[in-house]
């Protein structure tokens, strides 16, 4: 039984941006970044408002298609309320298309919007964590972002078949605690990329070794992220996906090369075009004032927690 949530319910929900991949964990190990964005929802008594600013305000639909507004409505249904109308104000921060989960934080931050107005009602209708990354997941069709911008600081995400079939896919993730040592920084360029597209580049098949090779990193990247971070520079190796990339995303390319030249963890950002570095020292000024005479917005950000509502 659905209950209807009462008129002037509001919540307001920040969601940070994320990272994937880290280098050799594709698809499985992601971060959570201190780049946030805010969505407030207030119930109504009959209709949809929406209004978008900031990031990508001109470029998504302002109605029901929007992605914050679907996972709204998901989480409502997830946690067995519904409202009859909904007021709902997007302030965008993160960048669209840039391989810092914008997505992901749009689904995450409806979901989390839903349950903060389902919690307030009753914390007895509360989602769990496991759900919203579930949730989200869904939506997604893969948990590393999702699951960064939900648990916070970095994560190992997995999925598995349901035991139903026909039934959605089980997603799964742990947080690990980050080496306070251990900062981050975004060199943002302004184009765009597709993720369907650089995803397109990749092989369906990889060798062996190659596989191999990633496994060993991955594993290694847990114990530079969490214990050393002496060792980020080998742990952040990859052979399954930024090689196959590169021919897309040139000046990304570059930089990660620059930046490890250097000593510096660097890593594509998702499917890019931004790259991450993963850095236990001051950022070089000389690379900062390089990036910014490009036209690449270098950004200095925390290890984020999850996603919260108030």
Not at 230 to 257: C, F, N, V, Y
């Amino acid at each position: 039984m659905t209950t209807t949530l009462p008129l002037g319910l509001t919540v307001t929900a920040r969601v940070p941006a994320s990272s994937a991949n880290l280098g050799p964990g594709f698809d499985t190990l992601g971060i959570a970044l201190g780049l946030y964005d805010e969505i407030r929802v207030t119930t109504t008594a009959s209709g949809l408002s929406i209004h978008v600013e900031g990031e990508g305000a001109e470029d998504v639909p302002w109605g029901p298609s929007h992605l914050v507004v679907r996972a709204i409505e998901r989480g409502l249904e997830a946690a067995g309320v519904w409202a009859d109308g909904l007021d709902v104000v997007c302030s965008n921060v993160i960048p669209h298309s840039r391989g810092l989960g914008s997505s992901a934080s749009a689904v995450v931050g409806g979901l989390a919007a839903a349950n903060g107005l389902a919690a307030k009602l009753d914390p007895a209708f509360a989602l769990t964590d496991q759900q919203l990354v579930q949730l989200s997941s869904e939506f997604e069709g893969h948990p590393d972002n999702a699951s960064a911008s939900v648990l916070g600081g970095a994560v190992v995400s997995w999925s598995e078949p349901a035991s139903d079939s026909g039934a959605q896919r089980i997603y799964s993730a742990v947080r690990l605690p980050v080496h306070p040592d251990i900062h981050v920084v975004a060199l943002v360029p302004a184009e765009r990329s597709s993720t369907s597209h650089t995803r397109g580049l990749l092989p369906e098949l990889v060798p062996h070794r190659d596989a191999a090779f990633n496994v060993s990193r991955s594993a290694l990247a847990v114990v530079a992220l969490t214990q050393r971070p002496d060792l980020l520079i080998p742990a952040t190796e990859d052979m399954l996906h930024q090689g196959q990339r590169s021919s897309a995303l040139p000046a990304a390319t570059k930089w990660i090369t620059a930046l490890r030249s250097r000593g510096i963890a660097a890593v594509l950002s998702g499917a890019g075009p931004t790259v991450l570095a993963l850095c236990v020292a001051p950022f070089p000024a000389d690379l900062k004032e390089q990036a910014s005479s490009e036209g690449i917005r270098v950004l200095e950000l925390d290890v984020a927690d999850g996603v919260c509502t108030s």
